[in-house]
């Protein structure tokens, strides 16, 4: 054999295993796109809930509150958020009535203005938060906003 031959012979083999790759490239990348279709909105909002809370909890949300969870829910379709509420916050001659509702106010107004639950509310989501005092586990207060509210 020739090194000519043997260079075109070299070439045509390499023409084949490149091609072949590209075939289980393309093949294996279907697949996978076809196999990611599948979930449905609600069994990515479950994944990504509990995704969220694994990843990202206990995290705390300003100085007096930690997100212990996030937690997708079928009926009401929507998500409930679990809160501690620790420090100088908790106590219950701080949290009057007037304070619970206007901080009932600002959550409901960082719903409407939140765009990244905007395909959740477009589905008529109902968003639960659930506050607990971090010294006596007693219920501060639960509120839900559906999409009568937003």
């Known amino acids: 054999m020739t090194p000519q031959s ?5 070439r045509q083999m390499w023409r084949k295993a490149v091609k072949s790759n590209l075939y289980f490239s393309l093949f294996t990348l279907s ?4 196999c990611s279709c599948t979930e449905s909105f609600e069994e990515r909002c479950r994944r990504e809930a509990r995704e969220y809370t694994l990843k990202q909890c206990p995290r ?11 937690v997708y829910v079928d009926k ?13 916050l908790d106590n ?9 509702d206007a901080f ?11 765009l990244s639950l905007k395909r959740h509310k477009e589905r008529g989501f109902t968003f639960t938060y ?3 005092s971090g010294s006596t586990g007693k ?3 639960e509120v839900s906003y559906g999409p009568d509210d937003y």
């Open 104 to 114: 009932k106010e600002e959550l409901l107004k960082n719903i409407k203005n939140d």
């Open 60 to 70: 705390l949300l300003g100085q007096y509150i930690i997100m212990d969870s996030m």
């Open 130 to 132: 659930h506050y607990t």
């Open 31 to 34: 697949f996978f796109t076809l």
């Open 139 to 141: 219920v501060f207060t």
């Open 76 to 88: 009401p379709q929507g998500f409930t958020y679990y809160h501690t509420v620790v420090g100088e």
């Open 92 to 100: 219950d001659s701080l949290l009057t009535p007037e304070a619970i």
């Open 6 to 10: 043997r260079n075109i012979r070299a």
